[in-house]
């Protein structure tokens, strides 16, 4: 069977439309309770979002959800998706659960669920969950007795914040550095800058003050900007720009030039490599990441391990492989020797120990290859358009014939939105441009059609 209401990361879309409706969320909750109540004990959820609008409706009827299936809930208000997935193993829950669209604007929303180990649930679990929601659950409702109690967790902040400073290196500190924090104006508006600060930075934080609208707003690692601006402006030596949800993170270096995900795994595997460290022999990550980074990592005689797109994938090849590192060039790091996932703020702190350990600054150590010309291109598509037809498949081929052996193409659609991402990489930049054109215009005519 196939997966109807989760994608590569959860539940999304556009917030009161279905399947982002109170209704839905209702039943994600209950159905959810019911798969993770197992034995006699008080069963509890942890319930973390970030800071859009429609929070205030998820929020309620997920935890209404999770009392009628018998499930304490924990309220932790706006957290980083990293704090949830954390507090859900550091409180010994039986789920825990983020509401965010990530990087989207705040007109989306979406459901993410954490095991109690702390990780993203498998395609299986999902699939078994939906199949409840798709049936009758009535007769599973707990009773008036056995109903759950909602809490809220006034230290959930300082909890995370704790975690987060122990996974910088004893004895180091940021005393000296000036670095410019973009929290996205959500979900790590409070505890990125209070880090920071707290292990001696001179911080100036930018989008931390979130009205429901602003999330990712001309802000964050999507739209990077004017944390790059503030960098110049301040003569800072950095500049860190998270998501809403503060599970991906990219780099400013000092000149103000902008750090993918590939260069921060790039710097920190490098350096785990000659401090014996890295685990697994190299580096998960995914189709996505630069030809560049593979080179690098084989001239270290280190292995990139490719996965699907979606940093579930890359976890759990990690975890069943022995890896300690991997990610997305999108900027989603996992550390796994730290967390469980993602974690953008934890990333950061180990590219800055990298920084205060070499004396260098964040151009040299950011910087440890040259990436191959790579051009992405979203083409935007009806959600029911069949638009992988014949022609498209012939503008693929001729690309691949063009290109031959010095470079790739990839083509796949979002997970997360109707969009088909068309992606070349070569060496000729010209050459890699033509190919998207052809291959994108291909499929627009397609989607029209």
């Known amino acids: 069977m196939i997966r109807k209401l989760f994608g590569t990361d959860g539940i999304r ?49 997920l935890t209404a959800g999770f ?216 580096v998960v990550a995914t189709v996505m990441s630069n030809l560049g980074f593979e080179r690098f990592l084989d001239s270290l005689e280190l292995s990139l391990v490719r996965t699907n797109v979606g940093d579930r994938y890359v976890v759990e090849h990690m975890r069943a492989n022995g890896f300690n590192l991997g990610g997305e060039q999108s900027g989603h790091i996992v550390l796994s020797d730290y967390s469980t996932t993602g974690d953008g703020l934890v990333a950061a702190l180990q590219v800055l120990a990298v920084i205060r350990r070499s004396e260098k600054p964040a151009s040299e150590v950011c910087r440890v290859f040259e990436p191959l010309p790579q051009l992405l291109k979203n083409v935007k598509v009806n959600a029911q358009a069949e638009w992988e037809t014949a022609s498209v498949k012939q503008a693929i081929a001729a690309g691949k014939a063009k290109l031959q052996d010095a470079g790739r193409i990839l083509i796949r659609p979002s997970g997360t939105e109707p969009l088909v991402r068309v992606m070349a990489e070569g060496e000729d930049a010209a050459l890699i441009s033509h190919i998207v054109d052809d291959i994108a215009a291909e499929i627009e005519r397609a989607a029209a059609s």
């Open 67 to 282: 009392v009628a299936s018998g499930m304490d809930p924990i309220l932790v208000g706006p957290m980083p998706t990293p704090a949830v997935a954390m507090l859900t193993r550091s409180l010994r829950a039986d789920l825990g659960v983020m509401i965010s669209a990530s990087h989207n604007p705040y007109q989306d929303n979406g459901i993410k669920l954490f095991g109690p180990d702390g990780y993203k649930l498998s395609d299986a679990v999902e699939l078994e969950i939906e199949t409840r929601i798709d049936g009758d659950m009535s007769d599973d409702l707990a009773e008036p007795k056995d109903l759950g109690r909602a809490l809220r967790l006034e230290d959930a902040q300082g909890r995370y914040t704790e975690f987060v400073k122990q996974t910088f290196p004893r004895g180091l500190t940021l005393d000296g550095l000036k670095i410019v924090i973009d929290c996205a104006n959500g979900a790590a508006y409070k505890v990125a800058p209070t880090v920071l600060w707290e292990l001696g930075a001179e911080v100036i934080p930018v989008g931390v003050d979130p009205d429901g609208y602003n999330i990712n707003l001309g802000c964050g690692s999507t739209s990077t900007e004017f944390m790059q601006s503030q960098v110049a402006a301040h003569g800072a030596d950095i500049g860190i720009a998270l998501d809403g949800d503060a599970d991906r993170v990219l780099i400013s270096d000092e000149n103000g030039k902008m750090v993918d995900g590939d260069q921060i795994m790039g710097a920190v595997a490098s350096y785990w490599a000659r401090e014996g460290k890295l685990t697994g022999g190299g």
């Open 13 to 61: 879309g556009t917030a009161n439309l279905e399947p982002m409706t109170a209704e839905t969320a209702l039943k994600v909750g209950i159905a959810a309770g019911l798969h993770f109540t197992r034995g006699d004990h008080r069963h509890r959820v942890v319930i973390g979002k970030d800071t859009r609008l429609s929070g205030y409706m998820i929020e309620p009827a």
